[in-house]
């Protein structure tokens, strides 16, 4: 089973709005990330979480909040969004942090976020 | 140079034939390539990866991977129209330029398989 999941599949908020994106894996991966990708273009990394710590964020605007409270979740808390922010969000998960032969990342189905 | 470069298409081919999609990267360090599908509207999905040199196949896909040239290729035998999506490579950076589990992908290339 290599299933992550993602909630909701859509959100639509003003920019004075806060939600959150959800993401839950039950594989044992010990590596999770969130993407974004717009329209034509292909995802753009945004943060890394190694054994539940960040690792890499891609110098992404604070407005962007993620947070991994467990092994199987990651969060990514969204504030003050602009209407440019409007993507696919991906979550994602490894099994293990490195770049190691086969370490495969698998996606989940993504959250359409429009901001307005 | 790019860190990696596809050709964004669209490639059209017909149904029955086989679609060649090619991928080269600039980082000499890296060890595994993959290759995800995207439909439209729709998330990455992992069809192969590969990280030896030579040939891997996978029912009609098979993945090429030649380190020294520095490039990489997927082969869809038997198109189908279902096989329409892009195509995206992407590989973890090689140890050499700072490692980590960040994964580059490449701008993906559009498939059509037409009837």
């Known amino acids: 089973d290599t299933e992550v999941t993602q909630t909701p599949k859509h959100l639509v908020m003003g920019m004075t709005n806060k939600k959150s994106l959800k993401c839950e894996q039950h594989?044992?991966?010990?590596?999770m990330y969130w993407y974004k990708q717009k329209a034509k273009k292909p995802p753009e990394l945004m943060f890394v979480?190694?054994?539940?710590?960040?690792?890499i964020n891609e110098s992404v605007p604070s407005r962007f909040s993620p947070e991994c409270p467990n092994s199987s979740l990651l969060n990514l808390h969204l504030h003050a969004l602009q209407p440019e922010d409007s993507a696919l969000y991906l979550c994602?998960?490894?099994?293990?942090?490195?770049?190691?032969?086969?370490?495969?990342?698998?996606f989940g189905e993504g959250s359409w976020l429009t901001v307005v | 140079q790019k860190e990696v470069e596809q050709n964004s298409g669209p490639l059209s081919v017909p149904e029955g034939a086989i679609a060649s999609l090619n991928c080269t990267y600039s980082?000499?360090?890296?060890?595994?390539f993959f290759w995800y599908r995207q439909y439209s509207g729709k998330s990455p999905e992992l069809i192969m990866f590969?990280?030896?040199?030579g040939d891997k196949e996978d029912g009609r896909f098979t993945a090429q991977l030649n380190k020294a040239s520095q490039y990489v290729s997927l082969l869809i035998r038997d198109s189908q129209p279902s096989d329409s999506a892009t195509y995206l490579c992407?590989?973890?950076?090689?140890?050499?330029?700072?490692?980590?589990?960040?994964?580059?992908f490449g701008t993906g290339t559009q498939l059509k398989v037409e009837l």
């Open positions: 980082d000499r360090g890296s060890q595994s």
């Open positions: 590969i990280y030896s040199n």
């Open positions: 992407a590989f973890p950076p090689g140890r050499l330029t700072g490692g980590g589990n960040k994964l580059t």
């Open positions: 994602a998960s490894s099994p293990n942090p490195g770049p190691t032969s086969g370490n495969t990342i698998y």
């Open positions: 594989m044992g991966h010990r590596a």
């Open positions: 979480y190694s054994y539940e710590k960040l690792s």
